[in-house]
């Protein structure tokens, strides 16, 4: 059966009680047009849905039970246009940001504010990254902030900015006065570090195991506040990255030279971006083209 969606919304209109006259002049047919797709249509359905009473045709029984599902139909099929007209208008879609966690307490705002005071119609929602990270782009998800270079072909990766790693460590370690340190000279100080998976977790084992470390913690955690809780009960040190100190810890700077994170965007060359998610795309961009995305560091 292969109804035609036109017969349907002209049938529903000859329903209602719209001449045959009216309705051809409405949607710029000619009449013998508009009578052969209801009768082709009644055809279709396998028995009639419209009787002749003088010069208006009024519904049959079948006609009348038929046009309730009609009825239905065109609305449900109506609104699933409009939502799509409304994903395509690029100032009223929505577009789908993943974000490392470690990036959500800083970067992530500062984007959003930013992207809503141009486009405040906009939706952004929030995909906060597991602990393999946010490098996917597929699904709900257009657009991911990342500090893991995506090796897809497929996915295409821009670096924002580049983030300091420092060194946290208790208000009564015998570091707390350096100011400045070699991971090399951390041998033999018990390490606080995130639990694996997660790309800050490979990052800084591949820093310390640069630097002569073996990479084994004396205490894991799933986020960087509560290393650092640990951190300033004296149970040991940490990398972190900048944006994540809380005051808690005493803060020394690194000297290796690799004691850096690069983030970045990420998103999928290979399928056509919706409106929304170019408009997101290009504003980060653009933001840290001018320079205006700062590292907040206490």
């Known amino acids: 059966?292969?109804?035609?969606?036109?017969?349907?919304?002209?049938?529903?209109?000859?329903?209602?009680?719209?001449?045959?006259?009216?309705?051809?002049?409405?949607?710029?047919?000619?009449?013998?047009?508009?009578?052969?797709?209801?009768?082709?249509?009644?055809?279709?359905?396998?028995?009639?849905l419209l009787r002749r009473h003088g010069r208006v045709l009024r519904t049959t029984g079948a006609g009348r039970a038929f046009k309730r599902h009609v009825d239905r139909l065109l609305h449900e099929l109506d609104d699933g246009l409009a939502a799509v007209e409304q994903l395509l208008?690029?100032?009223?879609?929505?577009?789908?940001?993943?974000?490392?966690?470690?990036?959500?307490?800083?970067?992530?705002?500062?984007?959003?504010?930013?992207?809503?005071?141009?486009?405040?119609?906009?939706?952004?929602?929030?995909?906060?990254?597991?602990?393999?990270?946010?490098?996917?782009?597929?699904?709900?998800?257009?657009?991911?902030?990342?500090?893991?270079?995506?090796?897809?072909?497929?996915?295409?990766?821009?670096?924002?900015?580049?983030?300091?790693?420092?060194?946290?460590?208790?208000?009564?370690?015998?570091?707390?006065?350096?100011?400045?340190?070699?991971?090399?000279?951390?041998?033999?100080?018990?390490?606080?570090?995130?639990?694996?998976?997660?790309?800050f977790r490979d990052a800084s084992a591949d820093l310390l195991a640069s630097a002569g470390l073996a990479p084994d913690m004396a205490f894991e955690a799933d986020d960087l506040a509560t290393v650092q809780g640990f951190v300033a009960a004296g149970l040991g040190v940490a990398v972190v990255p900048a944006s994540a100190v809380d005051g808690r810890c005493e803060v020394l700077g690194l000297t290796d030279p690799g004691a850096t994170r690069d983030i970045g965007l990420v998103w999928s060359s290979a399928r056509r971006m919706l409106p929304s998610a170019a408009l997101f795309r290009d504003h980060v961009l653009a933001a840290a083209q001018r320079g205006h995305l700062a590292v907040p560091f206490r």
């Open 89 to 199: 208008d690029a100032e009223t879609g929505a577009v789908g940001v993943a974000f490392e966690r470690s990036m959500g307490t800083w970067l992530v705002p500062q984007l959003v504010a930013g992207f809503r005071s141009d486009h405040p119609q906009v939706r952004v929602l929030l995909h906060a990254g597991g602990g393999g990270g946010a490098a996917q782009v597929d699904g709900p998800v257009d657009v991911a902030l990342s500090s893991r270079r995506p090796r897809d072909p497929g996915l295409r990766w821009a670096r924002l900015l580049t983030e300091p790693l420092v060194l946290a460590v208790g208000s009564r370690s015998r570091l707390v006065d350096a100011g400045r340190i070699a991971l090399a000279d951390l041998a033999g100080e018990p390490l606080v570090g995130l639990r694996g998976p997660s790309p």
């Open 1 to 48: 059966m292969d109804v035609d969606t036109e017969a349907l919304r002209w049938f529903q209109q000859v329903a209602d009680g719209t001449t045959v006259t009216e309705v051809a002049e409405l949607e710029q047919i000619t009449q013998p047009g508009l009578s052969r797709a209801l009768a082709r249509l009644e055809r279709e359905v396998g028995t009639p």
